[in-house]
């Protein structure tokens, strides 16, 4: 797994659809040890090639069939799609009307990689059992081949739309599947 940190202590989770142990390649490696321990000093190094904490250079992954996941809780006033923080109903049509506009946001924001795009959902605890206790909302965008995707424009764009519903720190990092 490769954790990036980011601006508000969000993180932005990405891994192999394939094996999320896969060997990092060459390229990660090098990038790592060409970084000073005292810049680094926050992130842990098992020594079994699996970066538990790592920092994404430039911020980019490049990642073979990536996924981006954004985790965080979901807030706004109380209307059609939420109440208390929740939401009211989860098979409404705000809600799948919300899913669409903001995977509609990242295929225009990402328009070189649309048809690379296999799957754009937005899971909330009250839809799915998948999100990770303690996290009210998920936002995952999966793509069929290596990418070079700036993940501070996914923020943008999910945490830009004028709905009332925001991903917010702080927010828990989890591992795929746990």
């Known amino acids: 797994m490769i954790c990036c940190q980011w601006e508000n202590i969000l993180f932005f989770n990405a891994y192999s659809h394939y094996n999320k142990n896969q060997p990092w390649d060459d390229e990660v490696g090098d990038y790592y040890d060409e970084v000073s321990d005292d810049d680094n000093k926050d992130y842990d190094y098992d020594g079994k090639d699996n ?3 790592y920092p994404c250079p430039n911020n980019y992954n490049k990642i073979n069939n990536t996924i981006i996941e954004l985790n965080g809780t979901l807030v706004g006033n109380d209307g059609p799609i939420l ?5 009211k109903d989860k098979n409404s049509k705000e809600f799948n ?13 990402l328009k070189e990689y649309a048809s690379s795009i296999e799957t754009c959902r937005l899971e909330t605890a009250e839809k799915t059992n998948s999100v990770p206790p303690g996290i009210s909302a998920r936002f995952v965008i999966g793509f069929n081949e290596e990418i070079d995707v700036n993940l501070a424009t ?4 999910v945490e830009g739309m004028d709905n009332g519903i925001r991903f917010t720190p702080p927010v828990q990092l989890q591992k795929r599947g746990e």
């Open 51 to 53: 970066y538990d904490h």
């Open 83 to 87: 109440w208390n923080g929740h939401l």
């Open 97 to 109: 009307d919300l899913e669409k506009t903001m995977c509609q946001n990242i295929k225009q924001s």
């Open 154 to 157: 996914v923020k943008r764009e």
